[in-house]
């Protein structure tokens, strides 16, 4: 791509999340090379079903149809929410950015203000993730989990109609189309850790296309973001477990007497939190690999691949 190219676009999913992460995308790419630059719609298989994911194999159904787009030149630049992301390469394609990353925790918005400890025994909590539905189960607090799906107004509007007490959600989309007044816990990651990646972004380009990958290296990358996502899905991709399975991981950046130190936390857990692996390793950030790894071999030789292989029954 040259300079004088215009305008740039940037592949979207429709949803209003998925817009407002986009637009800071382009808006970031327009302020930095002075082109034009405009969303394109990409409707996934995520977007087109209630299915619950792990039904549909979870790994790629809100990234492939955007990938589809980019290598075939329909798009220039596609943005994903990162922990959405297969862990494995696509061929044609590069992780051309992580930006700045959103606070990773999950929030609860519940009933009354409710917070986790507050609901009583036997509240309906939705959510549509394994990991959420694990880790509440390991918690012991007689919470029973709905498995819901929809965009976030969709899961908001359930707790207000009643239909479910409380739902979990990633804080950082809440963050990212101003909802945060909803939120009435935010949730310990020592009581429930985030998927890999979570509140981040990936921002990815067609590999040939070095020009405009350098381009949005430069106006987006974020070094501490990627090191500390590097090191959570390292921890995932080792597991062989796909972003809908109950792993849950967790890295920080800390200033050491050394200098920065990588710190990672993760969980696997089998499907109905009886049983849980739970692992911290630290290192440097440009070790973000090594550190992952090392970290996910502690846990398979305890079982954790096991846990997040086999449903409970």
Known sequence: MSPAAAPLRVGTRASLLARTQSQFVADALAESTGQEVELVE????????????????????????????????????????????????????????????????????????????????????????????????????????????????????????????????????LARIDRLDAVTEVIDPLQMLPAPGQGALAVECRSGDEYLCDLVRLALDDAPSRAAVTAERTVLRALEAGCSAPVGALAEIAQGDLGDELWVRAVALSYDGALAVRRSATGTPDDAVGVGMGLAEEMIAEGASTLVSERAS
């Open 42 to 173: 990409v409707t996934t298989d995520g977007d087109v079903t209630s299915a619950p994911l792990a039904s549909l194999g979870g790994v790629g159904v809100f990234v492939n149809a955007l990938r589809e787009a980019l290598l075939v030149g329909a798009v220039d630049v596609a943005v994903h929410s990162l922990k959405d992301t297969p862990t494995y390469p696509q061929e044609g394609v590069v992780l051309a950015a992580v930006p700045p990353r959103e606070d990773p925790r999950d929030v609860l918005v519940a009933r009354d203000d409710l917070t986790l400890g507050e609901l009583p025994p036997g509240s309906r909590v939705g959510t549509g993730s394994p990991r959420r539905a694990s880790q509440l189960a390991a918690l012991g607090l007689g919470l029973e989990v709905a498995e819901i799906r929809g965009n976030v107004d969709t899961r908001l509007r359930k707790v207000a109609d009643g239909e479910v007490d409380a739902v979990v959600l990633a804080r950082a989309g």
